[in-house]
C-alpha cells in the first residue's frame, strides 16, 4: 500500500505569480490591475519587489533578499499566520518596519526589543562601477526589525519584507515599479481558468505560473520518488508471491489423490485448473485487501491525531501530512490482482497436468 505525502505548499509560494518576460521589473497600467482585479476567481493582487542586499546589524553582516510589499500582501501570502516573534507590521503612520526571516534574525542576533539597534541595509547602486568609497557603490538605508516569521528553512533564510515604497527608495525607482504580481484565488476557483485569464489580461510580455510551474523542479522530484516507491513495493510483493507459488505447488502434491478423483468423476482439466487458480487468488486477494484497510486506518489516523511527528521547529505543521486518493488504492489493487493471477497460474497448470497423467494410468 502506498502513502502519498500530500502536495503541502508553504504560504510564500503564491497561488498564482505574474513577472515579465523580458525584464526584472515592470509598470503594469491602473486599468490593467483593475482587470486583473475583476477576474472571477481572484481574491488579491499585490505588487511585489524583490532584489539582494547587504544587512548589517551590529557587528554581523548577512546577505538576503529584500522583498517590498504592498498592503494586500497579508491577504495573498497568509504570512501573518507565521510569526515566530513580533508582529507583521511594516508601516504604522510614517514609521516603517521590517520582518525577518528566522534564519536572517538568528544569523544576524537581532534583538526585537532593542530599540536603539535599527537593522542596515546595503544596496548596489543601478550602474554605479567599482569604487574604493562604499557610499558611491550602495545605496544605506536604516530600518527598525518588528517581527520574526518562520516557514521553511529555504524562505526563513531568504527573505526581509519591508513596505514596497522603502524597497522603490533603496532601489532608486521612481514608479510603480514590480518584481512580481502576486495573486491569490478565491477558494472554489478554478486555477486553470483563472491563470489563463490573467494570461490573456496581461499578455504574452508576462509569464504567468500556478503554484505548481513556480516550483516545477520539486513537484517533479516528488513524483519520481513517489513512483520509484511504487516500482519498490511492486518488486517486494513479486518476491513475496514466491512463498504463494510453492504453497500452492506443495498443495497439489498433497491433494494429488483427491485430484485424481475428481478426473475419475467426470471433471474437466479446466476445473481443476480454475480451483487452485481461485485458492491462490483468493489467498493473494486476502492479504491485500487486510494491508490495504490497515493503510487507510494508518493514513486516517495520523491526518486526525498525527502520531508521526516532524522533527524541528521550522516547519508549520507538527506531523507528516498525508492524503488519501482513490487513484492509488485503485492501482493498488489492479497491481495485486496481476500478481495474484501470475503466481497461481504456474500451480493451476501444473496441478492440471498431474490429474491428467494420473487419468491415463
Partial sequence: MRIWWCNYTPP???????????????????????????????????????ELAILKYGERRSVATIKGV????????????????????????????????????????????????????????????????PDNVFNVRSIMPAGVFSVQEEFDRKYVFVPISFARDLM????????????ALQDNANSD?????????????????????????????????????????????????????????????????????LRAMGSTLTLIRNIFLAEGFLLCLSG??????????????????????????NFLVDAYPVSLRLGDFVLVFATLVVIAIAASLYPALKAARQSNAILEK
Fill in 172 to 183: 532608486q525607482y521612481n514608479g510603480e515599479e514590480t518584481s512580481f504580481l502576486e495573486i
Fill in 70 to 133: 504592498d498592503a494586500h500582501f497579508e491577504a495573498v501570502s497568509g504570512v501573518d499566520t507565521s510569526m515566530r516573534a513580533g508582529d507583521f507590521v511594516l508601516q504604522y503612520d510614517s514609521a516603517q518596519f521590517a520582518v525577518l526571516g528566522w534564519g536572517i534574525e538568528y544569523e544576524l542576533g537581532v534583538e526585537l526589543n532593542n530599540p536603539f539597534e535599527r537593522l542596515q541595509v546595503f544596496m548596489p547602486k543601478r550602474g554605479a562601477k567599482a569604487a574604493v568609497n
Fill in 12 to 50: 510564500l509560494i503564491r497561488d498564482i505569480k505574474a513577472s515579465s518576460r523580458t525584464g526584472k521589473v515592470f509598470v503594469l497600467p491602473p486599468e490593467r490591475i483593475n482587470a486583473l482585479k475583476n477576474i472571477e476567481g481572484v481574491a488579491a493582487v499585490s505588487h511585489t519587489l524583490e
Fill in 288 to 313: 491485500g485487501l487486510l494491508g490495504m484497510l490497515m493503510a487507510w486506518i494508518l493514513c486516517v489516523a495520523q491526518q486526525r491525531f498525527g502520531f508521526i511527528k516532524i522533527g524541528g521547529d
Fill in 193 to 261: 481558468q483563472v491563470q489563463a485569464a490573467i494570461q490573456a489580461v496581461l499578455g504574452d510580455d508576462f509569464v504567468v505560473k500556478n503554484r505548481y510551474q513556480q516550483d516545477e523542479f520539486l513537484y517533479k522530484v516528488m513524483q519520481t520518488e513517489k513512483w520509484a516507491v511504487y516500482f519498490i513495493l511492486t518488486l517486494i510483493l513479486i518476491l513475496a508471491s514466491f512463498n504463494i507459488i510453492g504453497s500452492l505447488s506443495m498443495l497439489a502434491i498433497e491433494k494429488k489423490k483427491d485430484v485424481g478423483i
